[in-house]
């Protein structure tokens, strides 16, 4: 390793895999020698055991009366530059341009150039809100003021650079997994709660926003059970649980889906499943494809944004259009009913996950950004 750094890392603290792959990062960076401040306006849900070079610097916002709405990004950018000055940072590295980058760049300013900025774009940053005119010159500024940009997956480099008109080089940098906490764990006396030893189990996992397209999961999953006995189950919660639980019913499945709500350890609730379903509308990564993949678990996803990247369609799981789950169906009961292609495309998830989405490597990458904009290289 080279010199110990002083990290500040700023993320979405409770959100989905942007807030864990953040959380990780800064522990993994932390076990390699590194100090590094969470500054967040909560404790990030996957920071776990106490860690000598981990600080949380909570980001609290004001309220004063005149204040119509109150204003988390200055509160932000002056706990950041306030950190940045007690502690000594380095730099600052934040998960998403808007508002995360912005601020860390307000707090460059005050605290001086030698403050350096590292940006990592996850998707809706620049899927969503990049198509919005009163912003995009903003999240522009934001990614080329930035010292590094980095982001999760190829297609979300030449989205950026088409939607953008980015010109300036983009780091790729894949997420990654922890596989001391992703491998596929002892669960058949637990799956026996979920489904029966001659039952195939599906999963699903996400914060059931409208871009996962959690309704057409059901529609593959009813036409795996015409095929054989199965179960789905569905981990999470969001704006479309209760379409999701209506369609169930309407469709008559009731007794065969098990709503688990949110877990905690996904690695567990993972190895139970013979499959995960993915077909969102957008996705720039799919973090829970990778999780699943650690845990040797094959994918049947769309074929949408990033997912390619990490999905190899025959290898490690099956792609279809976004929309033809008759499609993403029938590769999911070739898949399940012959057991020597499941073992293949298992042991190839399980080293693709290890090899190519190590996360010694890719905190090594991190790492070597950070030296290579504080000139350490
Ligand atoms: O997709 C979400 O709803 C959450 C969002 C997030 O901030 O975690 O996910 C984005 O970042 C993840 C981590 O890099 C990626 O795995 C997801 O693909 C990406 N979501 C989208 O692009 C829709």
Sequence with gaps: MGDRLKI????YPTLGGSGVVATELGKILAERGHEVHFITHSMPFRLGRFDKNIFYHEVEVSDYYVFRYPPYDLSLASKQAQVAQMQNLDLLHVHYAIPHAVCALLAKQMVGDHLKVVTTLHGTDITVLAQDESISDLIRYAINRSDAVTAVSQDLINETVRSLGITRPIDLAYNFVDKRVYYPRESAALRLDYARPDEKLLIHISNFRPVKR????VDVFARVKQAMPAKLLFVGEGPELSKVMMKVREMGLADSVIFAG????????????????LPSEKESFGLV????M???VPTVASNAGGIPELVTHGETGYLADVGNTA???EHAIALLSDEVLYRRVREACLHRARFTFCNDAITRQYEEIYYRVLNRE
């Design 8 to 11: 500040g890392i700023t993320c």
């Design 294 to 296: 650690a845990c040797g």
């Design 289 to 292: 494809a990778l999780e699943a």
């Design 262 to 277: 949110k877990q905690d350890d996904v690695a567990q609730v993972i190895s139970m499943a013979d499959l995960m379903v």
């Design 327 to 329: 499609a993403m169906a």
């Design 214 to 217: 959690v309704t057409d999961v």
